[in-house]
């Protein structure tokens, strides 16, 4: 049997949390998809395209079995739509924990035959978030050890260019 999972997100952009998770997912999976939210109602720092294209570098390593794809609407749509049985979460602390616990049951009541698996974010990577990686890079800050190199340069980018 075939193990296929999602790793759903918004991703803008992507962190080594979320990276961490995604490698730990992979090892766990036969195949992941991991699916960047296209939410017109959000004004993301990045483009849909641009996010998919980051993550993308940044999972390439691990070859065919991990794919990364645009979505929008459901969360569970997608699940149906990659044939996957499971959505994977990552858990940084408690405070994390009540949104996802509500989220997940929202999920399965969409669509029974989908499970979350929660990973614990790696320690080193548990302060971390995408919002806190984008105002770092805004004022200056190192953002290296935060987020993947395809991340780094273009949070670079985009503060040259005035935001
Ligand atoms: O990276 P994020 O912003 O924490 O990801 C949240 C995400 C994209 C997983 C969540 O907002 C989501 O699933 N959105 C799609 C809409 C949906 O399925 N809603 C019902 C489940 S809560």
């Not at 992507?14 to 195949?31: E, G, I, P």
């Not at 990552?90 to 994390?96: C, H, I, P, T």
């Not at 080193?124 to 890079?137: C, M, N, Q, R, T």
């Amino acid at each position: 049997m075939t193990r296929v999972a999602i790793f759903p997100g918004s991703f803008d952009p992507m962190t080594n949390a979320h990276l961490d998770v995604a490698r730990r997912a992979a090892s766990l999976f036969d195949r992941l998809v991991v699916g960047v939210l296209h939410n017109p109602k959000k004004a993301p720092m990045f483009s849909t395209g641009e996010r998919v294209a980051m993550i993308r570098e940044a999972l390439a390593d691990l070859g065919p079995a991990v794919e990364v794809t645009e979505f929008d609407g459901l969360t569970v749509n997608l699940a149906e739509r990659v044939g996957a049985g499971f959505i994977v979460r990552g858990l940084r602390a408690v405070s994390d924990f009540e949104a996802e616990l509500q989220m997940a049951h929202t999920n399965r009541k969409l669509h029974e035959e989908v499970d979350t698996v929660f990973l614990m974010t790696t320690l080193e990577f548990g302060y971390l978030s995408s919002s806190l990686a984008k105002e770092v890079a805004l004022f200056g800050g190192d953002v290296s050890g935060m987020v993947p190199p395809a991340v780094a340069r273009a949070l670079a980018g985009r503060v040259a260019s005035g935001g």
